[in-house]
């Protein structure tokens, strides 16, 4: 039989949970170049993320961090807060909690998003490596180059391909050198995906479409 503190434990997750789907974010967001960046920043770093708020203009957001595993107060409330100060009236809303994203960005609309450039961040954001992707024949995969080549980093490539039945995109990408690392992203079809993925050795790499 349970315990009532842990009824009470589970009432609350469940409570939480309903309340940062209400918080979520909801239709088309293009993120300005700034806040894309941050975010790319944030996610790269080891230091744990509880909470990211956007504007729904893409141009101001608000990163709340846990010093340890437990955060104190409400990280939610106060990412949206603090967003909200800085965005001059215009409404913030969840984007992401830790690493997963949370927007609701609706159904898509128009032609499929052909991304131009990424970059590869690793080794908790003190590497960035920047890419180009190739479209060829299949509109839902792209080649993925290395711009440039260093002696850690040698003949370099991958691939993007767009899954749209499970609205995700995987990725992969490795060098000769040894390096390795995939990951998926979603949703599949916005002018700006970022998110996480791994190394081979099972590290964090975070890779940004644009």
């Known amino acids: 039989m349970k315990s009532v503190g842990t009824i009470v434990a589970v009432l609350l997750s469940l409570t939480l949970l309903s309340g940062c789907q209400t918080l979520a974010g909801q239709g088309p967001l293009d993120l300005d170049p700034k806040v894309a960046a941050e975010i790319e920043v944030a996610m790269a770093q080891a230091r744990p993320i509880d909470t990211i708020a956007v504007s729904t203009d893409g141009r101001h957001l608000s990163i709340t961090y846990c010093k340890t595993a437990r955060c104190w107060g409400n990280p939610v409330e106060l990412a949206i807060g603090?967003?909200?100060?800085?965005?001059?009236?215009?409404p913030c809303y969840l984007y992401a909690r830790g690493r997963n994203l949370v927007w609701d960005f609706g159904p898509d609309a128009g032609e499929p998003a052909r991304w131009q450039t990424g970059r590869l961040t690793i080794d908790k954001g003190r590497v960035a490596l920047d890419l180009e992707l190739d479209w060829q024949e299949d509109p839902d995969r792209a080649a993925l180059r290395?711009?440039?080549?260093?002696?850690?980093?040698?003949d370099c490539s991958g691939h993007v391909q767009r899954v749209p039945v499970h609205d995700r995109v995987d990725w992969q990408f490795s060098c000769a050198s040894g390096q390795a690392f995939s990951g998926k992203l979603k949703p599949a079809n916005r002018k700006v995906l970022i998110g996480p993925g791994y190394t081979g050795n099972r590290g964090m790499a975070i890779l940004s479409l644009r």
């Open 146 to 154: 290395l711009l440039g080549s260093t002696p850690e980093f040698r």
């Open 82 to 90: 603090r967003c909200q100060e800085q965005s001059g009236g215009v």
